[in-house]
């Protein structure tokens, strides 16, 4: 365990930090499935609105720096490559 006073303030901002990220990182994740789930049942409207919705959520996080901006468009490019596939 930490004894000095800074150690023991980044123990508590790091695991801070670490639960925000984490939050953001399921949400994207969430997002992504809706949006393979629409694909899956062939529903194109279904599937667009939740690109579009997808496409929001990981820019906030690339904006945010929990993806790195090249991993957020790689993501948003494969989703996009699906829903325009059917």
Known sequence: MANIKSAKKRILVNKTK????????????????????AVAAKDKAAASAELLNATSV??????????HKNNAARKISRLSKLVNAL
């Not at 670490?18 to 809706?34: D, F, L, P, Q, Y």
């Not at 990981?58 to 993806?67: E, M, Q, R």
């Open 18 to 37: 670490a639960a925000r990220n984490k939050s953001i990182k399921s949400g994207v994740k969430t997002a992504i499935r809706k949006v393979e789930a």
């Open 58 to 67: 990981i820019s906030k996080a690339a904006t945010k720096g929990v993806y």
